[in-house]
């Protein structure tokens, strides 16, 4: 069956350190992965996405993601972490139709 | 270009009261989905659309009925109000399977 876990419900970093969120799927086919950011009452917005090629990706705000098939992993990464990024992280897995599967959801919190 | 419009953004309802959610995109995406958005556990699948006139159920159907009459609108209704709908809505959009969604601003549902 196809699912997607974030292991760490909630992480905290100082700003300007390092941030790495994990993800890991389960998926039969070829997998489609995305990452989304959630700001407090607000939707869902799109990070950056993997569909083929590079297994290293860039995305919006500093982000960036390594697929990694042979640990059928998608973690999400930043160099240097800043207050603005406090706010809830998704990993999602996509397909055909309706197979679009997300994750719990990360919760990060940035000390100043 | 307003992307996926939602409305209304917040509401509250009486056990056993039905109301309709509303969505509307104006990117002309096929795909549409709702989702609804409980702590700890992720966004989950209500019902989807994979184009106008065709629907399939999600992964938490029950009590919700949706239509798709045209591309771009996509209601879901809720039958007979109950607590355990008490929840954030959220209705989605994407081109085809090889895009990420594009998510509304959410509906903000309390059932008493």
């Known amino acids: 069956a196809q699912s997607v876990t974030q292991p760490d419900i909630h992480i905290t970093v100082s700003e300007g350190a390092s941030l790495e969120l994990r993800c890991n799927y389960s998926?039969?086919?070829?997998?489609?992965l995305f990452w989304y950011v959630q700001s407090p009452g607000q939707g869902l917005q799109l990070l950056l996405k993997y569909f083929s090629g590079d297994t290293l990706v860039q995305g919006i705000k500093g982000f960036e993601a390594e697929f990694k098939r042979s640990q059928s992993s998608f973690n999400l990464r930043k160099p240097s972490v800043h207050w603005s990024d406090a706010a809830e992280y998704f990993c999602?897995?996509?397909?055909?139709?309706?197979?679009?599967?997300f994750g719990t959801g990360t919760s990060l919190t940035v000390i100043p | 270009n307003a992307g996926v419009t939602q409305t209304p953004k917040f509401q509250v309802l009486k056990t056993g009261q039905s109301m309709t959610l509303q969505c509307a995109q104006d990117m002309n995406h096929e795909y549409m989905s709702w989702y609804r958005q409980d702590p700890g556990m992720g966004l989950r699948l209500i019902h989807y659309s994979v184009g106008a006139g065709i629907t399939d159920q999600g992964e938490v159907p029950n009590g919700y009925n949706v239509s798709r009459s045209t591309t771009e609108d996509f209601p879901l209704r809720l039958l007979s109000a109950a607590p355990s709908q008490t929840s954030v809505y959220f209705c989605?959009?994407?081109?085809?399977?090889?895009?990420?969604?594009?998510f509304g601003s959410g509906t903000r549902l309390t059932v008493v």
């Open positions: 998926y039969g086919a070829t997998p489609y």
């Open positions: 999602a897995v996509g397909g055909t139709g309706n197979q679009f599967y």
């Open positions: 989605a959009s994407r081109l085809t399977d090889l895009y990420g969604y594009t």
